[in-house]
T-cell receptor
Framework: AQSVTQPDIHITVSEGASLELRCNYSYGATPYLFWYVQSPGQGLQLLLK??????LVQGIKGFEAEFKRSQSSFNLRKPSVHWSDAAEYFC??????????FGKGTMLLVSP | DTGVSQDPRHKITKRGQNVTFRCDPI?????LYWYRQTLGQGPEFLTYFQNEAQLEKSRLLSDRFSAERPKGSFSTLEIQRTEQGDSAMYLC????????FGPGTRLTVL
């Protein structure tokens, strides 16, 4: 079955420091890959997506992600974290126009 | 605002009662999805519509759950005889090639 793994449940980063959130997907045909962010009590906001083509994708709020087929990974990065980035981040995949399979999420804490 | 909307945002009910949630998708999207999210977990798929046709249902969708999208626009999710285990955030999404989510309905079953 398709799966998405986010190995880090919590990450704490100092404000202004760089960030990398890890995401691995189970082996299969190249999926469509997504990163969403969720603030407490809110729905999910799309940060970026990868369908095909350039493996480095740019998203909103200064985020980017790189698809690495050899590692089955789609890690999310940001060069300088702001306090407002504190939230929960979800990686997701689907094989096409179908349902999303989500990871369990990574909670990002930003320290002053 | 032309995003996905959900109503109500919060619902508190007693065990055994029926509840109904509504989702209004982005108008040009013909696909609509329902997910459930419990604390500390990612959203889990419940069911999916293309226009008015319900094309896929998860095994999570027990007989007490029913979803409709009668005219291919808004959708409703009904839970009958609620149980405490139904307490969760219920998320709706609509899509063209990308799913966009509503703010969710937080259900608390006492």
């Amino acid at each position: 079955a398709q799966s998405v793994t986010q190995p880090d449940i919590h990450i704490t980063v100092s404000e202004g420091a760089s960030l990398e959130l890890r995401c691995n997907y189970s082996y299969g045909a190249t999926p469509y890959l997504f990163w969403y962010v969720q603030s407490p009590g809110q729905g999910l906001q799309l940060l970026l997506k990868y369908f095909s083509g350039d493996t480095l994708v740019q998203g909103i709020k200064g985020f980017e992600a790189e698809f690495k087929r050899s590692q089955s990974s789609f890690n999310l990065r940001k060069p300088s974290v702001h306090w407002s980035d504190a939230a929960e981040y979800f990686c997701a995949r689907n094989p096409g126009y179908s349902t999303l399979t989500f990871g369990k999420g990574t909670m990002l804490l930003v320290s002053p | 605002d032309t995003g996905v909307s959900q109503d109500p945002r919060h619902k508190i009910t007693k065990r055994g009662q029926n509840v109904t949630f509504r989702c209004d998708p982005i108008s040009e999207h013909n696909r609509l999805y329902w997910y459930r999210q419990t604390l500390g977990q990612g959203p889990e798929f419940l069911t999916y519509f293309q226009n008015e046709a319900q094309l896929e249902k998860s095994r999570l969708l027990s007989d007490r759950f029913s979803a409709e999208r009668p005219k291919g626009s808004f959708s409703t999710l009904e839970i009958q005889r609620t149980e405490q285990g139904d307490s969760a955030m219920y998320l709706c999404a609509s899509s063209g090639d990308t799913q966009y989510f509503g703010p969710g309905t937080r259900l608390t079953v006492l």
